[in-house]
């Protein structure tokens, strides 16, 4: 591959993060309300392609590059970066179509190897080692141009030019037939335009993997100017949540003092108020912080999300009593969000006494979805005090493999292994954890 160096590098920066966003490393961003909007920007694309809704995940990498892929046969993600840099709900659409074309045209079918269909955190962990080197940094790209990558690893993202028109044309069809204008594809496509020009370490990886021709823009300009409006299938509010999807990008990614600068103290708008309790939280200025996201339950009392916020900003201000009612609140209005269940679970955990509960809140969560490391690691620790050392071992063997480290992952399958009964699910699970480092460690040959 590409070196034990920067293998090194890659699965040190494939850590997946919380329920709420956080900077602390590099991978996934894991958080509730974005999830959610990201999956109401697809939902009308998936059903006029075809696709399921429950069959398609769509994850946000934390990388500022501008970059989206199809990974595992049906995760879609997008490097937060790209989002950012959008300027339409209607454009974000657009690089979802394309993705959803690339699935149901079969160009990622064999990609993935045993890894493809699963759902767990170490079949995620598996796509995101190799994905992270294959569509990374631009020193990444350059290695594997220069062929220090395995052939395999190497065309794991990387589509043909007409593979691109393929999903170009798809994406096209399934926006005009969802009554959204295919026009922002057009848009998306000439942010890269003429990259194709440029080496590849100043190139965005999203034209590394996506071969960029000035034919691909011309046949997308006669598409849209055949389309003719229709009814549109977006859902409610679609612009609303998008721009709280953006607001909570700008706050927790950006600087503080920069965004608190670029957002007026006279702007006492919804979506003014969220971006500026975000910017405050982290600068950090706990006052403000909570005067600011108050605000905003207040005008939005029955809003999951914003009671979570509210959880997050108490807990890491070390008020873990308003914090765990405040995720209560979230969990009682959102009882099936995983990530908020998460949330509530480490604030228990924080109480130290409520174990009990705590280990129940995270079973369900981790049940909803095992995808999440801040989960994984709160849930090991109340395994831990509930005296079950062989559960805790599993899923931390979990939450390193979602980490892509599974050198470490191996470690604690093994232990795991060693305490569990052979056969049982925990047991199996540590098995497709050390089956799957093993295909990690030999794609470093």
Excluded: C
Excluded at 37 to 58: C, D, F, R
Excluded at 131 to 152: I, N, P, W
Excluded at 216 to 240: C, E, H, V, W
Aim: charged share 20%.
């Amino acid at each position: 591959m590409l070196g034990s160096k920067i293998y090194k590098s890659v699965l040190t920066a494939a850590f997946v993060l919380s329920s709420t966003i956080s900077l602390s490393a590099q991978g996934l961003i894991r958080d509730a309300e974005i999830e959610r909007t990201l999956k109401l920007a697809a939902k009308p694309i998936l059903a006029k392609a075809g696709v399921s809704q429950s069959n398609a995940n769509i994850l946000v990498v934390n990388d500022r590059s501008l970059n989206a892929f199809v990974a595992g046969g049906r995760h879609i993600f997008v490097h937060h970066g790209l989002i950012l840099k959008l300027k339409s709900v209607e454009q974000l659409q657009s690089v979802l179509a394309h993705e959803i074309g690339h699935i149901t045209g079969g160009h990622i079918a064999q990609r993935a190897g045993a890894a493809a269909s699963s759902k767990s955190a170490a079949g995620v962990g598996f796509l995101l080692a190799i994905a992270a080197a294959a569509a990374g940094s631009g020193e990444a790209a350059v290695a594997l141009s220069a062929g220090t990558q395995s052939v395999a690893t190497r065309n794991f993202l990387t589509h043909t030019r007409a593979q691109e028109s393929s999903a170009d044309q798809s994406g096209a069809r399934y926006m005009a037939a969802a009554g959204i204008d295919p026009k922002a594809a057009i848009e998306v496509l000439e942010i890269f335009d003429g990259q194709d020009l440029m080496s590849a370490k100043h190139r965005d990886p999203y034209t590394l993997s996506h071969p960029m021709s000035r034919e691909r823009i011309a046949n997308l300009r006669a598409f849209a100017g055949a389309y003719k409006p229709r009814a549109s299938t977006q859902p409610p509010n679609m612009d609303y949540w998008y721009a709280r999807m953006v607001a909570k990008f700008n706050g927790f990614t950006n600087n503080p003092a920069s965004v608190l600068r670029r957002v007026k103290k006279s702007d006492k708008g919804e979506i003014a108020t969220l971006t500026r309790a975000i910017a405050y939280h982290r600068k950090p200025d706990r006052k403000r912080a909570l005067n600011e996201i108050n605000r905003l339950v207040n005008m939005r009392p029955k809003d999951a999300y914003y009671h979570e916020l509210r959880g997050q900003i108490l807990l890491e201000n070390r008020d873990v009593n308003g914090a765990i009612k405040s995720y209560r609140t979230a969990t009682q209005l959102a009882p099936n969000e995983s990530l908020i269940l998460a949330g509530l679970g480490r604030a228990l955990n924080a109480s130290n006494t409520n174990n009990s509960e705590a280990l129940k809140v995270l079973q369900r969560a981790y049940s909803k979805d095992a995808r999440d490391g801040r989960m994984l690691r709160e849930l090991a620790v109340a395994y831990a005090r509930a005296g079950q050392n062989g559960n805790a071992s599993v899923v931390t063997a979990e939450r390193y493999a979602l980490a892509s480290n599974f050198q470490q992952a191996s470690v604690h399958a093994k232990r795991a292994q060693g305490l569990l009964p052979q056969g049982t699910s925990g047991w199996l699970k540590a098995q497709e954890i050390l089956s799957l480092a093993k295909q990690a460690t030999s794609r470093k040959r």
